[in-house]
């Protein structure tokens, strides 16, 4: 992984009459690294790693707006030199 990649997990609600390809159009999309379907409030996930936050917020946006798909969250992943820095800091 790069040192500045940025990294998400974008959970998905689908609608009842989801396409049964829309997990291989995700998973065939540059920057999805993973994606499957899972039981819970969300009925899929995706993991997405690249380069800069606009490329992220472009896949997300994408897969908002693909057919069946009902809505989404996206949870960046934390970068952990920047939670280093943080604690490293005190903030009182």
């Not at 009842?16 to 920057?31: A, Q, V, W």
């Not at 899972?38 to 009925?43: H, L, M, N, T, W």
């Amino acid at each position: 992984m790069g040192v500045n990649m940025e990294k998400a997990v974008i959970l998905g609600s689908l609608s009842r009459s989801f396409p049964m390809e829309i997990l291989d159009n995700f998973k065939s999309t540059k920057g999805v690294i993973d994606a499957d379907l899972v039981f819970g409030p969300y009925d899929f996930y995706v993991v997405v790693q690249v380069e800069d936050k606009e490329k992220l917020d472009v896949i997300a946006l994408k897969i908002r707006f693909t057919e069946g798909v009902s809505s989404t969250i996206t949870c960046n992943v934390v970068n952990k030199e920047a939670l280093n820095l943080v604690r490293a800091h005190s903030w009182e």
